[in-house]
């Protein structure tokens, strides 16, 4: 069965850097597009960044652009996100997602087929 894995995940102080990890197995990665949500408490979950299966890249927050950058490893079957430069207001479950080729312009989660389990974020000194 196709199912995601998150991991890296923790916490770290202001300025810091994470790189979250979102693990497939059970289908081709190329095949499907990969997109970070994350959720804040009290919060919508908000589309942070996508990855389509040609590798073609979107970042969704003005906030996250030059600090976050999504890659992919289709031998590890594996998408990342380098996380620097982060603040407190980064602070939430971050979850991975999948749905097969594209990105949206506007992601919402009812788009996304499959979910990972969520790693929590914390930055905080």
């Known amino acids: 069965q196709l199912q995601l894995v998150e991991s890296g995940g923790g916490l770290v102080q202001p300025g810091g850097s994470l790189r979250l990890s979102c693990a497939a197995s059970g289908f081709t990665l190329d095949d499907y597009a990969i997109i970070w949500f994350r959720q804040a408490p009290g919060k919508e979950r908000e589309g942070v960044s996508c990855i389509g299966s040609s590798h073609d890249t979107t970042y969704y927050p003005a906030s996250v652009k030059g600090r976050f950058t999504i890659s992919r490893n289709s031998a590890e079957k594996t998408v990342y996100l380098q996380m620097n430069s982060l603040q407190p207001e980064d602070t939430a479950i971050f979850y991975c997602?999948?749905?097969?080729?594209?990105?949206?312009?506007?992601?919402?989660?009812?788009?996304?087929?499959?979910w990972g389990q969520g790693t929590q974020v914390t930055v905080s000194s």
């Open positions: 997602a999948a749905r097969q080729h594209y990105c949206s312009a506007y992601p919402s989660p009812g788009e996304y087929d499959y």
